[in-house]
């Protein structure tokens, strides 16, 4: 490990924590990229959500932006899958092709999005069938790249205007925890247990603690709709980019 995975790690958390994101497919980036074990890069992005996400989805609460009726159809399927995710064996060439051609398109149509869209009236519930079904698919694609998803559903939530920014960004930090937690069992189930390896990399889970807490204060106060949207849309095409040409 070294200090720029460091420094990388720290602006990841703060930068997606503004938009109520982990960070897990950037981190993945980034440690791929930087050749660490293929076997652990699930394992630390996942724990790196988990410490990321804990303190957004305090923050989005605690402002209110949590809606609880939006949230829970995605989060009943989605935890079991991402458990059984978790536990399928996915080569590192396909699971990185596939995350950055997913990315790419959501970032596209995230940002062509326009802002007077999200008058109060336009806003809406999705039906619960439909919520289950994609909290279904997410969940078993983040468990098996080792995302929490939440950077599926925020585009997918905005797409479909079944909620403004903000509490978009608290459903897909809520989202991602519980799908982290249950993704990261399963990859645990899968190899053994946790590796002490793993724990060797203490500091990046210090930094992202740091940097996690940083941005979700900024982005559940401070931060216009407009800016959160726009933002969402650039991290998920950056984030595509550096998986499908780097």
Same mark, same amino acid.
């Given at each position: 490990?070294?200090?720029?995975?460091?420094?990388? @790690?720290?602006? %990841?958390?703060?930068?997606?924590?503004?938009? /109520?994101?982990?960070?897990?497919? $950037?981190?993945?980036?980034?440690?791929?990229?930087?050749?660490?074990?293929?076997?652990?890069?699930?394992?630390?992005?996942?724990?790196?959500?988990?410490?990321?996400?804990?303190?957004?989805?305090?923050?989005? %609460?605690?402002?209110?932006? @949590?809606?609880?009726?939006?949230?829970?159809?995605?989060?009943?399927?989605?935890?079991?899958?991402?458990?059984? /995710?978790?536990?399928?064996?996915?080569?590192?060439?396909?699971?990185?092709?596939?995350?950055?051609?997913?990315?790419?398109?959501?970032?596209?149509?995230?940002?062509?999005?326009?802002?007077?869209?999200?008058?109060?009236?336009?806003?809406?519930?999705?039906?619960?069938?439909?919520?289950?079904?994609?909290?279904?698919?997410?969940?078993?694609? $983040?468990?098996? #790249?080792?995302?929490? /998803?939440?950077?599926?559903?925020?585009?997918?939530?905005?797409? @479909?205007?079944?909620?403004?920014?903000?509490?978009?960004?608290?459903?897909?930090?809520?989202?991602?925890?519980?799908?982290?937690?249950?993704?990261?069992?399963?990859?645990? #189930?899968?190899? /053994?247990?946790?590796?002490?390896?793993? %724990?060797?990399?203490?500091?990046? @889970?210090?930094?992202?603690?740091?940097?996690?807490?940083?941005?979700?204060?900024?982005?559940?106060?401070? %931060?216009?709709?407009?800016?959160?949207?726009?933002?969402?849309?650039?991290?998920?095409?950056?984030?595509?980019?550096?998986?499908?040409?780097?």
């Amino acid at each position: 490990m070294t200090l720029i995975t460091a420094v990388l @790690f720290s602006l %990841i958390a703060c930068f997606y924590a503004m938009v /109520g994101f982990g960070g897990g497919s $950037s981190y993945i980036a980034v440690l791929a990229l930087m050749e660490f074990r293929y076997d652990l890069i699930p394992v630390i992005a996942l724990l790196c959500n988990i410490i990321v996400v804990t303190g957004g989805s305090y923050h989005f %609460i605690k402002q209110r932006h @949590f809606n609880w009726n939006l949230f829970w159809p995605f989060m009943v399927s989605s935890i079991p899958l991402a458990y059984v /995710g978790g536990l399928i064996p996915l080569s590192r060439e396909f699971f990185l092709a596939l995350l950055g051609g997913c990315l790419l398109l959501a970032g596209l149509r995230l940002l062509f999005i326009r802002d007077e869209s999200y008058s109060q009236g336009s806003i809406k519930i999705p039906p619960r069938a439909l919520g289950l079904t994609v909290g279904a698919f997410l969940g078993l694609f $983040s468990g098996m #790249v080792g995302i929490g /998803g939440g950077i599926f559903l925020a585009p997918i939530l905005l797409n @479909f205007r079944w909620g403004k920014p903000k509490q978009v960004a608290a459903t897909a930090s809520v989202f991602i925890l519980v799908n982290s937690v249950a993704g990261l069992t399963g990859q645990l #189930v899968k190899q /053994g247990g946790l590796n002490a390896e793993v %724990i060797s990399y203490w500091p990046l @889970f210090f930094v992202v603690l740091i940097g996690g807490q940083l941005g979700s204060m900024m982005g559940s106060q401070k %931060i216009t709709q407009s800016f959160v949207k726009n933002l969402t849309g650039l991290l998920v095409l950056f984030v595509s980019g550096r998986l499908l040409f780097f």
